[in-house]
C-alpha cells in the first residue's frame, strides 16, 4: 500500500519551455503533497507545501510563480516550471501522506533537464 | 530551528559485516524521526521511523534504529548487509503528526564490496 506515482520519469526540453509533473497517490488520499528538489549529491529540499483545496505554502526562496503547484484533488497534485531555464536542471521528487499518523510516501522522482 | 547531521558523507562494508549509520538531530521538542533510502534515480523508501514508545525500532529489509535522546542521535543498524542495500540512507525529522515538514540530512552514500 502507500504508491505514490510521479510523471514523467525524465523529460528534456528547450529553455523557455514549461514543464508538468504529476504526482498521484495511487491507493490513499492524499491530504498533503510536498515537493522536493535534490541537486547532485545532495539532500532534498523542500520547495512547497499543498493541502488539497488550498494555496501551495512555498518555502523562503521558492518563486511561486516559477513553480506552480496545484493541489487540486485527494489524488494529484501538479508542479508546472514556468519557462524554464537551465538553472531549473534537477531531480523534482514529491511525497504525499494521508491524514492521521501517516508518514509521507514518495514517488520516483523527476529527472528535469532543461537546453 | 530543526536540524539533522550525518557525519559520514560515505561509507564501505563488506558484504556480511554490520552496518552503522549515523544521525544526529537538534530539534526544540519531542522529534519524530524517520530513516528513508533512495536507489540511484530513484525516489525515497522509508526504511523506519519513531515516534514513540519503544526506543528500538524495526523496519523493513533487516533495519533497525535506536532512538538516544540523551545523544539527541537516531542511528540505523544492519546486522549483516547485502549488496542490494548499496544506496544513499536519509535521516530526517519533523515536527509532528501533522502538516509535518521533513529536514533531510546530507545523507550518506552506502557501498558494498564483495
Known amino acids: 500500500g502507500a504508491v505514490v506515482s510521479q510523471h514523467p520519469s525524465r523529460v528534456i526540453c528547450k529553455s523557455g519551455t514549461s514543464v508538468k509533473i504529476e504526482c498521484r497517490s495511487l491507493?490513499?488520499?492524499?491530504?498533503?503533497m510536498f515537493w522536493y528538489r535534490q541537486f547532485p549529491k545532495q539532500s532534498l529540499m523542500l520547495m512547497a507545501t499543498?493541502?488539497?483545496?488550498?494555496?501551495?505554502?512555498?518555502e523562503q526562496g521558492v518563486e511561486k510563480d516559477k513553480f506552480l503547484i496545484n493541489h487540486a484533488s485527494l489524488t494529484l497534485s501538479t508542479l508546472t516550471v514556468t519557462s524554464a531555464h537551465p538553472e531549473d536542471s534537477s531531480f523534482y521528487i514529491c511525497s504525499a501522506r494521508g491524514g492521521g499518523a501517516q508518514p509521507q510516501h514518495f514517488g520516483d522522482g523527476t529527472r528535469l533537464s532543461i537546453l | 530551528a530543526q536540524s539533522v547531521t550525518q557525519p559520514d558523507i560515505h561509507i564501505t562494508v563488506s558484504e556480511g559485516a554490520s552496518l552503522e549509520l549515523r544521525c544526529n538531530y537538534s530539534y526544540g521538542a519531542t522529534p519524530y524521526l524517520f530513516w528513508y533510502v533512495q536507489s540511484p534515480g530513484q525516489g525515497l523508501q522509508l526504511l523506519l521511523k519513531?515516534?514513540?514508545?519503544?526506543?528500538l525500532v524495526q523496519g523493513i529489509k533487516g533495519f533497525e534504529a535506536e532512538f538516544k535522546r540523551s545523544q539527541s542521535s537516531f542511528n540505523l543498524r544492519k546486522p549483516s548487509v547485502h549488496w542490494s542495500d548499496a544506496a544513499e540512507y536519509f535521516c530526517a525529522v519533523g515536527p509532528n503528526f501533522g502538516n509535518e515538514k521533513l529536514t533531510f540530512g546530507t545523507g550518506t552514500r552506502l557501498t558494498i564490496i564483495p
Open positions: 519513531y515516534f514513540s514508545g519503544d526506543t
Open positions: 491507493d490513499f488520499q492524499a491530504t498533503t
Open positions: 499543498s493541502n488539497e483545496g488550498s494555496k501551495a505554502t512555498y
